[in-house]
């Protein structure tokens, strides 16, 4: 069993800066790729960043230059250094794990979501 939980949404003024975290625990070999989704008022889940195991990132071209997905793999832990926000930020962030549970079997996690509100 693995368990993801999500720390770091908040109320934020337009131009701040949020560090969203996503920690795995239990049983498990290791964890492959993280990803951040979010999902804003009435819009469709979106891919925000992604982070392979080797370290290599892709963002959405909405979050370029603001947002940084980096992770410690030995606090399994993945994080999303978001900058210079706008209210069109604003929305439910949810972290998306792809985690080696044994050497044959993978497995998708999510986290369970933290509200990210950008306003003034």
């Known amino acids: 069993q693995v368990q993801l939980v999500e720390s770091g949404g908040d109320l934020v003024q337009p131009g701040g800066s949020l560090r969203l975290s996503c920690a795995a625990s239990?049983?498990?070999?290791?964890?492959?790729?993280m990803r951040w989704y979010r999902q804003g008022p009435g819009k469709q889940r979106e891919l925000v960043a992604h982070?392979?195991?080797?370290?290599?990132?892709n963002y959405a071209d909405s979050v370029k230059g603001r947002f940084a997905i980096s992770r410690d793999n030995a606090k399994n832990t993945v994080y999303l250094q978001m900058n210079s926000l706008k209210p069109e930020d604003t929305a439910v962030y949810y972290c998306?794990?792809?985690?080696?549970?044994?050497?044959?079997?993978?497995?998708?996690?999510w986290g369970q979501g933290t509200q990210v509100t950008v306003s003034s």
């Open positions: 239990g049983s498990f070999f290791s964890i492959q790729a």
């Open positions: 982070i392979t195991s080797g370290g290599t990132t």
């Open positions: 998306n794990l792809k985690v080696q549970i044994t050497r044959l079997l993978t497995a998708d996690y």
